[in-house]
């Protein structure tokens, strides 16, 4: 199993997930994902986003989308998703903004990583993805 920190950017999974809040996800070979599941996707064409499962397809693939719909692209834009192209299912939210000392609470961990709850080519979203 692999975990890692991302800074979410953005506004489409609010309420859930805030601009400035930090995700913990893990990744394992076999992971179980069901709708509902909040995951970082390596997206072909929008790079590192974090979006909730709506549903799984037959053959693994996913749909995707944002909480919330007036700020997120929607999974029509998102396509489905492979499997492997899951990087970690959210695990924990750490709330907020002013978080600069987390990497040495985390007990010397890499950086946090940025990951975009919406797409930049999407009219109606904001946010990047930076490790």
């Known amino acids: 199993m692999r975990l890692r920190l991302y800074k979410v950017t953005g506004h489409s999974m609010l309420p859930a997930l805030a601009d400035g809040d930090f995700v913990l996800a893990f990744r394992c070979a076999r992971q179980a994902l069901e709708a509902g599941?909040?995951?970082?996707?390596?997206?072909?064409?929008?790079?590192?986003?974090?979006?909730?499962?709506d549903r799984i397809l037959p053959g693994g693939?996913?749909?995707?989308?944002?909480?919330?719909?007036?700020?997120?692209?929607?999974?029509?834009?998102?396509?489905?998703?492979?499997?492997?192209?899951?990087?970690?299912?959210?695990?924990?939210?750490?709330?907020?903004?002013?978080?600069?000392?987390?990497?040495?609470?985390?007990?010397g961990a890499p950086a946090a990583e940025r990951v975009t709850t919406q797409c930049p080519q999407d009219?109606?979203?904001?946010?990047?993805?930076?490790?």
């Open 37 to 53: 599941d909040r995951v970082v996707v390596d997206h072909p064409e929008f790079g590192r986003i974090i979006k909730r499962v």
């Open 61 to 107: 693939d996913l749909n995707i989308s944002g909480d919330n719909p007036a700020m997120s692209t929607h999974s029509e834009r998102l396509g489905q998703i492979p499997r492997e192209r899951v990087a970690g299912k959210v695990l924990m939210v750490i709330r907020g903004p002013g978080l600069s000392r987390l990497n040495t609470v985390m007990n």
């Open 123 to 131: 009219t109606n979203a904001s946010g990047s993805v930076r490790p």
